[in-house]
C-alpha cells in the first residue's frame, strides 16, 4: 500500500475503483484515437518555412542538450518497471538508450515530435529504449483499462506497459496532445501564402496580369490568334521576351498597378515571424539580435518558461515508468547560473551575517579555501556583550565614573 492509502481509509483487501467516466470518454473519442492532428501542414511548415525549421530546431537542440540528474526510488510509486537497477536507468536516460542512437539523437527525435505531433512514443523492450515517430502511431482506447494497446504503422501492436506516452497540453482530449505550432498555424498559413505569391509573381518575370485592348470589335477566332502569337513570343517564365509590335490600335495596359515595394512584404513577414516566436515561447530578441542587456534577461526567460517545462515533462514521465526521480541538471547552462557579481554579493551576505564561513563560501564559489576561515563570523553589529573583540561585537563601555 502506498503512504496516502492509510490517509483515505482504504486496506489491503480495499479494490481500487476504475474512474467511472472513462467509459463515457473513450467512446467520445473513439475507439481508435490518431495520434496526430494535421500533422502534414505542422510538417511542410517546418520543412518550408525558415522561421519554423529555426525556431524548432532551436527548441529541439537546447532541451537535448540538458541531461538528468538520477536520484533515488520514489516511495509509494506504482511504477512500470519493476527491479530495474538505477546505473541501468541513468546509462539509458543519459548516454545511450540504445545500441544504434547516442542520447542526444534519441532526444532530437522525442522533441520534433513533441513539436510538430504533440506527442512521444518510446518503446521500452525491458533493455533498451526506442523512438517510434508519434505519426504512425495509433492509440487503441479501452472502456475499462484507459489503453488497450498502442498500433505502430496498422501492424506492430505493443501493451500500455511497454509504451512511454509523453503528451503536450490539449484542452479536448485525455488522450492526444496538441502540437505547440497549432496556435500559430494560421499565421504559418498566411506566412507561406505571401511567400508563394513572391515565388509565382517573379516566375512570372514580375510581371502583373496585362490587358490588350483594341478599338475594334474582334471576332474570337482573331482573338485567338493574336493571343497565341503573344504567348509565343513574350513568355516571362521561359525568358522569351521578343519586341512586339502593335498594330491595329492595340495598345497594352495591367490589370491592376503593382508597387514594386509593396511586394516586399517585409513588414507583414516580419509581423507574421513575431507572432510564430511567440507561440512557441522564443522571445524574438533572441533571433533578431540586440544588445547584451536585452539578450541576457530574454534568454534567462526563455529557458525558464519554454525549455525547462519541456525537460521537466520528459524527466516526470520516464520517473513515473521507472520509479526513480528525475530532475534536470542546468549546471553546464550558462543563462542560468547567476552573474558573478550576484554570486560574490549573495555570499559576502551569508558570510558577514555569520550564516556561513569564509571557507564555505569560497568552496560553494569553486576555490579553494585558506587557512584561518573556517569559522563564521560573528557580525559586528551584534553588541552588548563581547569584551574581547575577537569574539565579536564592540568591547563593552565603561560605565560613568568607572576608570578604563
Known sequence: MAWYDTLLGRTPDTEEKLNPAQYVISRNEGLTVDSREVVTNYRNAYEQL????????????DVADIPFSLGNQVPGTNNIVKNIRRSKVDLLINR??????????????????????????????????????????????????????????????????????????????IYRGVPRLKPAFRTMQL????????????????????????????SEKIKERMLQAWVARYNPQSGGRRPLFLDGGLEVKNLTEINFKDL???EGIKSNEK???????????????????????????????????IVRKLGYALERYFGFTVSEDVTGIPALQPELRDQAAYYATLVNTGIMSPNEAREALGKDPVDGFDSPRVPANIAGSAVNPEEGGRPQEAAPGEEE
Not at 510564430?276 to 533578431?288: R, T
Open 50 to 61: 525558415e522561421i519554423v525549421n529555426r525556431a524548432v530546431n532551436m527548441i529541439v537542440d
Open 96 to 173: 545511450e538508450p540504445n545500441p544504434f542512437q547516442d542520447i542526444n539523437s534519441f532526444k532530437r527525435n522525442l522533441i520534433i515530435d513533441l513539436m510538430i505531433d504533440g506527442n512521444i512514443f518510446i518503446y521500452f523492450d525491458g533493455a533498451h529504449l526506442y523512438h517510434l515517430p508519434a505519426n504512425k502511431v495509433r492509440i487503441e482506447t479501452d472502456e475499462q483499462t484507459f489503453v488497450s494497446k498502442y498500433t505502430y504503422e496498422n501492424s506492430i501492436d505493443y501493451s500500455p506497459n511497454e509504451i512511454i506516452h509523453i503528451k503536450e497540453n490539449s484542452f479536448n482530449s
Open 191 to 218: 506566412l507561406s501564402s505571401m511567400r508563394t505569391f513572391q515565388d509565382n509573381f517573379f516566375k512570372n518575370g514580375a510581371v502583373p496580369g496585362l490587358v490588350l485592348s483594341s478599338p475594334n470589335t474582334l
Open 264 to 266: 516586399d512584404f517585409q
Open 275 to 309: 507572432i510564430i516566436l511567440e507561440a512557441m515561447g522564443i522571445p524574438p530578441v533572441l533571433l533578431d539580435g540586440g544588445n547584451n542587456a536585452n539578450i541576457r534577461p530574454n534568454h534567462r526567460l526563455y529557458y525558464l518558461e519554454t525549455i525547462l517545462p
